[in-house]
């Protein structure tokens, strides 16, 4: 018998406690491993699926789908060029108007507004984050495209019109809004993970600047929006993959006409359109491949935006942030 | 010259002339009746004493008692503190700092301010130099250059750094960071230097860099220095003024404090028993 008679007790039951809390670990450890493998598994697979059901249009019309800018079913000739156009010249409108605006929002919520405003304001553009795409649409068609083909395109034709972008025949319906209204739309998601990324800034950096003399301008510039550089482009590209993809309310208001025209009164058609809008009516084999290499075309273009953004982002924190972190 | 110490209770209009005449050490910063709430917390209460001009003041005390509060009274850094009130007079030179049509802007130039942990923007280290210039138009082109190396020189980081003014200043060590905030305040030639505890963030080794830095800056500027370090107080300053629970309880020469203090609670907190 031991010395210690409650080593001698308790050395029965300690390796049992152990290996039972062992047992608990691994298994939680793969049980989590298993939800976090999932994701990447959901991924490959309607990677997969996107791709085996396109092989039909991929087969038929190869390389030529991307530069294509027939879609045609009737004669079953389909390109995807004037969606690709759509989609990327929509949310290039919608980023360089809402852009500006969310970080103006952002600024004024986290550095200027008076503490009473800061979290009922706030508290509202995150709600506007949550306003169903469909309802935006409604709105945009009913209240802002009127108003754009009655004061917003005249204006700029009259002020801008020397550009080939604002000429035309003014519908109100068309490219730019579908650009405006995807602005509207991805505002609240810019400016409220912006104001979230700018309020991490520490105090320490602000008061530096005030130290030296600056003002609340040269404040903001140098130490608040510098330091959340990486995050605020973050939050640009969060709203842009929401501008890709966002689909009804843009089908509402863009006008669904499978054309590349430079003037932005003109309508125009997105990828996640064409699939919404047609997918029910594609009844032969080839229609709906060319659909599906649609949404496979979506999809890579957003995966390269992400990576892209995520690379921009490593480069930028590497050059500023030093080494170590 | 007659120890300005010792006659802290003089009227600061019956010491001018005595100034002038040189007979007295010259004063840079005159604290009267200086009263700072926070909401309704009153943190510091009616101070009044003076500040040598090109000597370097400690402040020191147990936390809690008003020292941060009172150096950030001394460029207005408390302003940007909403809840902040501030009742009394600070004169830079004769000229009250909250009085009408004081330049905030202008002021914090004049006293620049180094803080606890350091504090570089995420910019080259040359962009961390320059803010100050730039923001106040001071130099441009090479003249840039020149005065963006002097302000390095003068805080001994010039040799450290030379090669790679355009790296990020956040992948210098802790203690160069700390002198590159001293050089950035230093470049837009402040008249006084306010230290806030500028080595509590730092090892002994950066520390003793950072100690001798701020010993040679008090022969060309009026430097201030928070510090609940009383070593540190004692090793680096020629007066020392002692905050207690938002009054001053005593000031005078570093050496008079340490050796001979005239307060009973200043002896006690040297010798260690509270604090």
């Keep these: 018998m031991s010395m210690f008679p409650h080593t001698f007790l308790f050395g029965k039951i300690k390796p049992k406690r152990a290996r039972k809390s062992l047992i608990g670990d691994s298994v939680f450890k793969n049980l989590t491993a298993i939800f976090a493998l999932s994701v990447l598994v959901l991924a490959l697979a309607i990677f997969y699926e996107l791709y085996s059901r396109s092989q039909l249009s991929i087969n038929e019309f190869g390389l030529d789908f991307l530069t294509g800018v027939e879609w045609d079913p009737v004669d079953q000739i389909f390109g995807a060029l004037p969606f690709i156009y759509g989609t990327v010249t929509s949310s290039i409108i919608a980023l360089i108007i809402a852009v500006p605006i969310s970080l103006g929002i952002a600024t004024y919520l986290s550095e200027l507004a008076p503490k009473r405003l800061r979290s009922p304001l706030s508290f509202m553009v995150e709600l506007l984050a949550a306003v169903p795409s469909v309802v935006y649409g409604l709105w945009g068609l009913f209240v802002m495209v009127p108003w754009i083909r009655d004061v917003l395109q005249p204006f ?3 002020t801008l019109g020397f550009l080939p972008f604002f000429q035309g025949p003014k519908f109100g319906i068309g490219m730019l809004s579908g650009g405006v209204i995807l602005a509207i739309m991805i505002i609240p998601t810019i400016s409220a993970v912006s104001r979230e990324v700018m ?6 950096q602000r008061e530096a600047a005030f130290a030296l003399g600056a003002t609340r301008w040269e404040t903001i510039k ?10 605020i482009f973050g939050a640009i590209m969060l709203g842009l993959g929401r501008a890709l993809g966002e689909t009804m309310a843009v089908i509402m208001v863009i006008g669904n006409r499978p054309q590349i025209s430079l003037s932005f009164f003109e309508p125009a058609y997105t ?9 029910i009516e594609a009844t032969q084999d080839l229609y709906l491949s060319s659909l599906i290499e649609i949404g496979l075309l979506l999809f890579i273009v957003t995966l390269m935006m992400n990576i ?8 930028t924190m590497r050059k500023f942030r030093g080494a170590k972190e | 010259m007659i120890d300005r110490a010792s006659l802290y209770d003089m009227k600061i209009e019956d010491l001018q002339p005595l100034e002038e005449a040189g007979v007295v050490e010259k004063e840079k910063i005159r604290i009267r009746g200086l009263n700072v709430w926070f909401s309704k917390k009153q943190v510091l209460q009616d101070l009044n004493f003076g500040i040598m001009n090109n000597s370097i003041t400690a402040i020191m005390g147990p936390s809690g008692c008003g020292k941060t509060t009172f150096i950030r009274a001394l460029n207005r850094m408390n302003d940007l503190i909403d809840t902040c009130r501030t009742k009394g007079e600070v004169l830079l030179d004769g000229v009250n700092i909250y009085g009408n049509g004081v330049d905030v802007f202008e002021l914090r130039k004049r006293v620049g301010m180094v ?11 040359f962009e961390n130099v320059a803010f100050g210039l730039r923001v106040h138009n001071m130099a441009n082109g ?5 005065e963006v190396e002097q302000a390095l020189r003068e805080a001994v980081l010039w040799d450290e750094v030379k090669d790679r003014l355009n790296e990020s200043a956040l992948r210098l060590s802790g203690g160069q960071q700390q002198r590159l905030c001293i050089a950035r305040a230093l470049a837009v030639k402040p008249e006084v230097i306010l230290f806030d505890e500028p080595c509590s963030a730092l090892d002994p080794t950066a520390t003793a860099k950072v100690e001798d830095l701020i010993r040679r800056l008090g022969e060309n500027y ?12 004692a090793r680096v300053s020629d007066m020392t003024a002692f905050l207690y629970l938002g009054k001053l309880v005593e000031y005078g020469s570093t050496r008079d404090i340490f050796t001979n203090p005239r307060n009973e609670l200043t002896e006690k907190y040297i010798t260690g028993r509270f604090g």
Excluded: C
Excluded at chain 1, 308 to 315: E, M, P, Q, S, T
Excluded at chain 2, 222 to 233: D, K, L, R, S, W
């Design chain 1, 156 to 158: 700029l034709e009259s």
């Design chain 2, 222 to 233: 009026t430097v201030v220095i928070v510090t609940h370090n009383m070593q540190q107080a």
């Design chain 1, 271 to 279: 990828m996640s359109g064409v699939i919404a809008s047609e997918y």
């Design chain 2, 115 to 125: 803080f606890q942990k350091p504090n570089p923007f995420p910019k080259s280290i």
């Design chain 1, 222 to 231: 140098t130490a608040v929006l510098r330091y959340a550089a990486t995050g």
């Design chain 2, 142 to 146: 090479q003249r840039l250059k020149e």
């Design chain 1, 308 to 315: 892209i953004a995520r690379l921009l982002v490593w480069r």
């Design chain 1, 199 to 204: 309020l991490a800034v520490p105090d320490t």
